[in-house]
């Protein structure tokens, strides 16, 4: 108990010495000026365009701006549900910028994937074209000397770290318990948009980060994701979004944290940065080179572009709240919850936390109890195939409400999926083995998480999937994309749950073309084919057994019965597929228990004492 108090009045007094310790404006002047004067102004180019690559992309955003009109504005579309196709589209128009590129991210690694972009926005910087970074603090950019060297790099090069915990660069396990005593709510609001902006004329967003594992790198687990490319008008409003979150209080430059204020103005310069070390340098190369492949551009992205009319990006404003006053500041994640609302015969969501709020219970339930209800058809993770079991572990206490009260169709992901698994088999045929050290031991990199403070850096650990009883590569769903009635169809960052309502900032586009909504549509219903996906129907129990448990599933703790109210079910062998409601679905369909493929491990006892204890934290996870 003594070392507990201890412990405790460590965490105050780092408070106290923390909290208000921002930098004063002498010494954000004097870093200024030493970034400036140690800072190379040497362009590699002096040609107008910037030395710019052709790009079929960007001339087709260019042109459906030109043929816009206010009444009757023209965007090209292209839905990037492909890994490599989403890297070397990024690529392309980054070599394509001759004026700005803006780039915005909740995650960014110093693996192959945040190495390579990085290096291609310096390059770009270098040649001329304005580039600003900015990436919520809280997981990007963990290297003060990298951050440090990106200061100095060029004068087009400028990255701001959004709601920086203490006004430092990098958050330690200190100061991580520290901001949750004194100032949870702040420290808990993370800007969670991605967004990539390309000369304000084309942008791409939705689920992915800077990482490995969103673009399908990771040797052990990668996400199911996806991107939605848009050039035309809703370029300007991505580029008004852009430009809010940039000027925000909360968006800081990185002479105005603390850490790096001091490196700057106390060490010797740091230096240029090196050249990217990458751990497979064979699938970088092979990026590298279809970005600038025209063939390869025209047969993999350009073939599948649609060329449509009416596109809306939306974004929540930074800091958004709860306060009546201020509900302007969640414009996207209201306009996400109309249209749903509007729905008259299908919604098919695709989510990587079947979480709700308050607010998505009430509209369900109330499409639910409509003369005729809409199908609601949901992907989502299984706890085999997700990295946030804590979240999972409420998902699974509500299965009856959702399946009875909302009539949802709930599709869990297999970890071992056949068709992401075999979407990758190329890519990762020509990856190798993981990067050893000079003991020969195999090298592990730090990996994060989208899900607010149980990714922190000090937790990453404790975060990484639950144990398998297979072995292989593991596939989760990150993907978060909505089709509402085969009309209008959402790809963005919002993952349907209390955090992306209430916490993140969110973004997304809205394509009103029933072409992409239907390309949608079997995108997302790809992922709950048998191969891929288990289904989620009521058990087989005694009467008893049910009543119990829903006795104690409506309890907030102490719901502890083991058996509840659905299961998972796998399609057995010869049997066509097909819904829980049709009355032959027992026959086709065996149980195979309610976390299929999870090894016995704390991970498993873990989901069972958050669903039993953590209902209260469920709008934080």
């Known amino acids: ?272 940065i090196p050249e990217p070390n990458y751990a497979h340098p064979q699938r970088v190369a092979r990026v590298m080179e279809e970005a600038s492949d025209d063939a390869w551009i025209d047969d993999v992205l350009v073939s599948d572009t649609l060329r449509t009319g009416r596109v809306d990006y939306f974004s929540d404003l930074p800091a958004k709240t709860d306060d009546p006053g201020k509900r302007s500041a969640r414009e996207f994640t209201s306009h996400l919850m109309r249209m749903v609302g509007a729905a008259q015969h299908e919604v098919v969501l695709q989510t990587p936390y079947l979480v709700l709020s308050d607010r998505a219970k009430a509209i369900f339930e109330r499409l639910h109890q409509g003369a005729s209800p809409p199908r609601i058809v949901v992907s989502t993770n299984s706890l085999a195939s997700t990295d946030a079991f804590a979240v999972y572990a409420l998902s699974y206490k509500h299965r009856r409400r959702y399946l009875q009260d909302y009539g949802f169709e709930i599709y869990e992901m297999k970890p071992h999926a056949a068709g992401p698994a075999e979407d990758n088999a190329d890519a990762a045929a020509d990856e190798g083995p993981a990067p050893s050290d000079q003991s020969g031991k195999q090298v592990r990199r730090r990996v994060g998480t989208e899900r607010g403070l149980l990714g922190s850096r000090s937790g990453a650990r404790r975060n990484r999937p639950a144990p398998l009883t297979t072995a292989g590569r593991r596939f989760g769903l990150h993907a978060k994309s909505i089709v509402v009635d085969d009309d209008f169809a959402m790809v963005g960052s919002h993952n349907f749950d209390p955090r992306s309502d209430h916490y993140n900032t969110e973004a997304g586009v809205i394509v009103y073309d029933p072409r992409f909504a239907s390309e949608l549509r079997d995108s997302i219903l790809r992922e709950t084919q048998p191969e891929n996906a288990w289904v989620i129907a009521p058990r087989q129990q005694s009467s008893l057994s049910s009543t119990i448990g829903d006795i104690s599933a409506s309890l907030p703790i102490f719901d502890l019965w083991p058996y509840r109210y659905a299961t998972s079910y796998d399609l057995k062998a010869g049997c066509t597929p097909m819904r829980p409601s049709d009355p032959a679905f027992l026959s086709c369909y065996t149980p195979v228990g309610d976390f299929p493929d999870v090894d016995v491990s704390p991970k498993l006892i873990y989901t069972r004492l958050i669903t039993a204890f953590g209902a209260g934290v469920q709008g934080v996870l």
């Not at 930098?23 to 030395?51: E, F, K, N, Y």
């Not at 790009?55 to 009444?71: E, N």
């Not at 709510?185 to 980060?209: C, P, S, W, Y």
Request: aromatic content about 8%; proline content about 4%.
């Open 1 to 272: 108990m003594r070392q507990r108090g201890i412990a405790v009045s460590f965490v105050f007094v780092a408070i106290l010495i923390l909290s208000g310790c921002s930098v004063s404006p002498s010494r954000i002047r004097r870093a200024d000026a030493a970034v400036a004067t140690g800072m190379q102004h040497r362009l590699d180019c002096d040609r107008d365009d910037r030395c710019a690559i052709d790009s079929p992309l960007l001339d087709a955003a260019q042109q459906a701006l030109h043929d816009s009109t206010p009444d009757q504005p023209v965007h090209v579309v292209t839905l990037l549900n492909d890994s490599e196709a989403a890297m070397v589209a990024r690529l392309n128009l980054i070599r394509a910028a001759q004026r700005s590129i803006d780039v915005q991210t909740y995650i960014w690694d110093q693996d192959d994937a945040g190495q390579l972009v990085l290096d291609e926005l310096i390059k770009a910087a270098r040649r001329g074209v304005r580039v600003r970074i900015l990436a919520d603090q809280l997981f990007s950019f963990g290297d003060r000397l990298q951050l440090e060297r990106l200061a100095m790099t060029s004068p087009n090069l400028e990255i701001r770290l959004y709601n920086p915990t203490f006004h430092q660069a990098r958050t330690s396990a200190l100061d991580f318990s520290a901001s949750i005593v004194c100032c949870f709510m702040k420290f808990n609001q993370r800007m969670h948009n991605k967004l990539l902006l390309v000369d304000e004329a084309i942008g791409i967003t939705g689920g992915r980060n800077y990482q490995d594992r969103y673009f399908d790198w990771d040797n052990d687990f990668d996400y199911v994701d996806r991107d939605v490319m848009v050039g035309g008008p809703a370029a300007h409003e991505m580029a008004a979004s852009f430009e809010i979150f940039w000027k925000h209080k909360r968006s800081a430059p990185l002479t105005h944290l603390r850490d790096i204020n001091r490196a700057l103005l106390d060490n010797d310069a740091p230096g240029p």
